[in-house]
């Protein structure tokens, strides 16, 4: 069973992530693959610097992020043709590490599950819950930056609603990170059961 976890910026994915790692549940980070498959020497990143130039990438090799955010920001068919190369690279290597996972049910935690076709890999979807304004809060005392910053993103997003309404579960995260870890824990025990069930019903 995979339980996509998703939520706004600073709504707390990650330290909900960082729980349902203290039960041995395996978590697969849609952001941490999207780095992976652009490290230096990759194909990705020579067809990104094809097409973009050597703008695109960093002195010590490393993809540019800044100024690639910067042209697809400003140029939707750039973003488009990034998307088309990165896309199917992202959700074949979450597939495989999807695959390799052995706990009792694995957790894919991603920003833009309900965003992309990634929601299409689930078989539950999670959404961490807060007001836009701890949104911003967190994100930008976790991030060093500016509210601007924060809200710019949050519009690439979906709304708090749309994402809330497709959700199976919901965990509320207006308060502490205590309280955050109990909603956690009772998740684990359900997703525990429902695994074991589904295990059952498929011998
Ligand atoms: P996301 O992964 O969704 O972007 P994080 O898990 O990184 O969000 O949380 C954003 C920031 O808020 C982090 O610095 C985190 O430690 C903090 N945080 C998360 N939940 C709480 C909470 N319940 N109380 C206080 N701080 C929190």
Known sequence: MIVGLTGGIGSGKSQASKRFAMHRITVVNADIVAREVVVP???????IAQHFGNQAIETDGNLNRRKLRDIIFKTPTEKQWLETLLHPLI????????????????ILESPLLLETKQYEMVDRILVVDVSEMVQIERASLRDN???????????????????????????????????????????????????????????
Do not use: W
């Open 91 to 106: 959700n074949a290597e979450i597939r495989r590490q999807l695959n390799a996972s052995t706990s009792l049910y694995t």
């Open 145 to 203: 930056s500016d509210a601007q910053k924060i809200e710019a993103i949050m519009e690439t997003q979906l709304s708090r609603q749309e994402r809330c309404a497709r959700a199976h579960d919901i965990i509320q995260n207006h308060g502490s990170i205590d309280e955050l870890n109990q909603q956690v824990d009772k998740l684990h025990e359900l997703y525990s059961e429902l695994a074991q069930l589904e295990t059952t019903s498929a011998q």
């Open 41 to 47: 020497g990759s194909p990705a990143l020579q067809s």
